[in-house]
């Protein structure tokens, strides 16, 4: 009677770590602090696009997770780069962003080269029996890994590059699933890091502020 008990829980185990993650779509979000110091220039922005193995579907894009619904590549990249354009505009590093400006001062365009989350069960917690022991030894019944690795480039509204820039940030983690940090939220905090290392750079570029302060004299 005992071992059916032992068995039993062991085999419930998957499905109630699995509980915890809940269902739900994933959204890209984006948080960032304001940036110092802002260019005083109008930027305009002309998208973010997935790089060519991405687009075609040779490298992984979005969330893989159970439960987690995945939209195609269009529509996510356009999800991503709606949040982009928001966090700028609200954050830098240029003090104008708008998808059209008459007389821009600069252009701002983006290439998505990585963006995924893997968020799995661990193999080991579908061997009977382990679920009792998991509990005691505290293991860790869920991993995660992901990546999210963007380039900005900044033109001169004639297309030549003023500069580029890449941010990248990515993660390896196992853990117990709770609802409050679901599928994605790691990969989000990873997409928060690498725009935040392409505002940083972007703000640093002396070819940059010289542009900005050319367009003011």
Not at 1 to 9: C, E, G, K, N, Q
Not at 95 to 116: C, E, H, K, S, W
Not at 192 to 203: G, L, N, P, W, Y
């Amino acid at each position: 009677m005992r071992r059916t008990a032992v068995v039993a829980l062991a085999l419930l185990l998957p499905a109630a770590v699995a509980a915890g993650c809940g269902s739900h779509s994933y959204v890209p979000d984006i948080s960032l602090a304001q940036v110092r110091p802002v260019i005083d220039a109008t930027a305009e922005f002309h998208g973010l696009y997935p790089a060519p193995p991405v687009l075609s579907g040779q490298d992984r894009f979005g969330v893989e997770a159970e439960q987690v619904d995945k939209p195609d590549v269009a529509q996510l990249a356009d999800q991503v780069e709606g949040e982009l354009y928001s966090e700028l505009q609200k954050t830098g590093p240029f003090m104008n962003l708008t998808r059209y400006a008459p007389q821009p001062d600069v252009v701002l365009t983006g290439r998505i080269d990585a963006f995924y989350e893997r968020y799995r069960q661990r193999l080991w917690t579908r061997i009977p029996g382990i679920g009792p022991v998991a509990d005691v030894l505290d293991l860790k019944t869920h991993a995660s890994s992901g990546e999210a690795d963007l380039t900005l480039f900044v033109l001169r509204p004639d297309g030549e590059v003023i500069g580029r820039y890449r941010g990248r940030s990515s993660f390896t983690e196992t853990f117990n699933p709770t609802r409050q940090v679901p599928p994605g939220s790691r990969l989000n905090r990873a997409l928060s890091h690498a725009v935040r290392q392409i505002q940083e750079q972007i703000v640093q570029d002396a070819n940059v502020r010289k542009i900005a302060a050319r367009q003011g004299e």
